[in-house]
């Protein structure tokens, strides 16, 4: 059987992300109610290629392998044969010789795409430059936790048309609910991306306008990883668009606001945001943990339903 990627949430059914959302639920409850007693990867290894920084996604990662008994190696440029030049083909094969999956974190997702088609191993992107799959299973995964099914419901996206957001039109697609993109010109996400979603995903210009009646707003940095020296220009270009209390006011009474992290307050969000009841954002990051376990369970194992 040919080898399952997770390059981002179309390589899944969604009857399969379904099933990943409630089992990282079910990963979840078990935690807390055994502690890490689950260890189904005793001697399993997974390599994690970082070429960007990264606090949560480490974190949950290397946590992840070591509950279920396995192990987590980092790996960055700096200190491998990557930064060196070596083919992207031949590390992907020598590590597929040694571990039993691999995570990375990359600017070019079509490196990526080359790195998983040598791989006899799974691989998970763990963000590149168009897609941040990972950070979706978990807020799907917090937005079902606290509301239940998402089927049907209005999200929002506020800023730029950046690899989260992209990541969101793929989730509206698989998980069935309506998106709407608001952005500042130029700063669309890709049209190949948003057109291949159909009438699920509209794109708005104004923040007020889109909020409104909305069970979930969303929103990222301005400049992501890789575009720093854009971020004075960005901040003019995205004056108006920034998520505040007030902004959420207009919402539906119970709507969430969610953001991948790390936030920039007073820039993308205003500077008390994240102390609103209505911001889950810890809740999302910690479910990157419980989301990925379930994840590499299934890829390493298919479904597991005890
Ligand atoms: N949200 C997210 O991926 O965070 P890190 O960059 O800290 O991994
Ligand atoms: N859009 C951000 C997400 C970070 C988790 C970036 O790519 O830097």
Same mark, same amino acid.
């Given at each position: ?12 059914? /969604? ?20 502690? /890490? +007693?689950?260890? @189904? ?35 960055? /440029? ?15 094969? +020598? ?88 952005? @500042?010109?130029?700063?669309? @996400? ?16 104004? %923040? ?34 920034? +998520? ?8 539906? %009474? ?7 992290? %790390? ?13 609103? %009841?209505?911001? +889950? ?26």
């Amino acid at each position: 059987m040919a080898t399952r990627h997770f390059l981002t949430l179309l390589d899944l059914s /969604p009857d399969e992300l379904h099933y990943l959302i409630q089992r990282a639920i079910t990963i979840k409850n078990r935690l807390r109610a055994q502690g /890490p +007693v689950y260890a @189904p990867f005793t001697n399993r290894t997974l390599a994690m290629i970082f070429e960007k920084s990264s606090t949560r996604t480490r974190v949950s990662f290397e946590t992840a392998m070591a509950h279920f008994g396995g192990h987590a190696l980092f790996l960055s /440029p700096r200190d491998t044969q990557l930064g060196r030049g070596e083919p992207i083909e031949d590390t992907a094969r +020598v590590l597929a010789e040694m571990v039993d999956i691999v995570m990375i974190r990359t600017f070019s997702h079509a490196g990526l795409e080359t790195y998983a088609a040598a791989s006899s191993v799974p691989v998970i992107n763990a963000l590149s430059d168009d897609y941040h799959p990972c950070q979706l299973l978990a807020d799907v995964m917090t937005w079902t936790e606290l509301r239940g099914s998402v089927r049907g419901r209005t999200a929002v996206w506020i800023g730029d048309g950046n690899n989260m957001c992209h990541s969101w039109i793929n989730a509206a697609r698989q998980f069935d609910f309506q998106l709407r993109v608001c952005c @500042p010109e130029g700063y669309e @996400p890709r049209q190949d991306i948003l057109a291949a979603a159909g009438d699920r995903v509209t794109l708005l210009r104004d %923040p007020a306008e889109a909020v409104a009646g909305a069970d979930l707003v969303t929103t990222d940095v301005w400049a992501s990883m890789g575009q720093e020296e854009e971020q004075a220009k960005r901040e003019a270009d995205f004056a108006g668009f920034q +998520v505040s209390e007030a902004l959420l006011d207009l919402a539906k %009474p119970d709507v969430l606001f969610l953001h991948c992290l %790390p936030a920039h307050r007073g820039e993308e969000i205003s500077e008390t945001l994240l102390d609103d %009841p209505r911001a +889950v954002v810890w809740q999302e990051a910690g479910n990157r943990l419980h989301a990925q376990k379930a994840l590499i369970e299934f890829l390493l194992l298919g479904r597991v339903d005890h």
